[in-house]
């Protein structure tokens, strides 16, 4: 009843929220515990949270867009990887009903998913700032 | 004033999240209409970083509940993803706006809009079934329709779309709005899917929670490049908002639609209230 690309987009979708859930739970504890050394530990950060992201970044040095790849070692840093997980799902999704579209010459389907693909990755990239 | 530490912010935010998390589900909103004006409104956090927030939890909210939607037919992925896209494309643009514009003004427009919900919730009327007339040709051409088992009528129920190509410009607004405030969209898409669309309430609300996935996606990574996602705020809020939503769905089939309608509704009009004082400078 269900078409087949839907059914795997739900078990994509399944997996991510799962994958997220889990560690991203495990990452927070990491976080609040100190296990791993946070780059901006959290009670800095939270001296700042009043002000606009722009002064937060100046004043604490905090890495934006995917500058967390050099310091992946960091717990906060492990949790914006995650957070970027996440908001990449729909890219995986996206990306993994494509071939069932194609395969069923869905031609108009397969053009939109394309460029929800493309608007993501563009927006993702970080080369639109304020 | 009491002064708090970091972490028992997080403490808060996590368990006002968790309870966010189970209205979300039971009243088919998106969560970042409840999120959003509360958060901004009672914490002394930088809206910046409330608004990032609250596209986060949206965005997490839709991801847990997504996959049953679509496994069960109750939200539609070939009806989502051409306006999916377009309220994408104009999320993105949304948040740049509403990045630009001053505080106080989103914070203002937040309440302004917040509470007009509250009030549309209150008074307006919902149609499970709404009558719908010839499809139009873009619906035709995208082939959108389908059907579904409605288990209270124990009959395949069919549904199809009416005002496709108006739709669209519909989507584009309410991405646009979307990514202005942080407010998820899923308190948007449902009269709009449903009354203005013709879609089955059902339908309408569980493709409306499932559409959040992709049209939030987009404006949370501008928000998230900008440096307006802090984890402190924003992972205990959607590890709160996750675990509320699975919660939600198991105790949804015992709960009263009225109890969570005027709950949500008081919710609504806190955050609301709270949000316009805020951002006119009467109580900060």
Known sequence: M?????????????????????????????????AISPYIPPEKLFEFLTYESDEIIKKTEMPIGWEWIGLVGYSDMLLYALLSFLALSTVLCYASILPILVKKKEKVYVIIALLEIIVLLFVSSGILQS | MIELSWWMYSIILFII????GMFVVMAGVGGGVLYTPLVSGFFPFHLDFVRGTGLFVALAGSIAAGPGLLKRGLADLRLSMPFALVASVFSIIGSFIGLALPSWLVQTLIGVTVITLAIVMTVGKKVEFPETKEPDRLSKTLAIYGFYYDENLRKIVEWRVQRGAQSLLMFAVIGLIAGMFGLGAGWINVPVLSIFMGIPLKIAAGTSKFLISITDSSAAWVYLNNGCVIPLITVPS?????????????????????VIRVAVVTILLIGGIRSLLKGLGIWI
Do not use: R
């Open chain 1, 2 to 34: 269900i078409p087949n690309e839907q059914y795997v987009y739900a078990k994509i979708l399944h997996y991510c929220s799962i994958v997220t859930l889990l560690l991203l739970t495990l990452t927070f504890v990491v976080y609040v515990t100190g």
């Open chain 2, 17 to 20: 999240s968790f309870i966010l």
């Open chain 2, 238 to 258: 959607v590890l709160g908002v996750m675990l509320g939503s699975y919660y939600g769905v198991a105790i949804m089939a015992k709960a009263s639609p009225k």
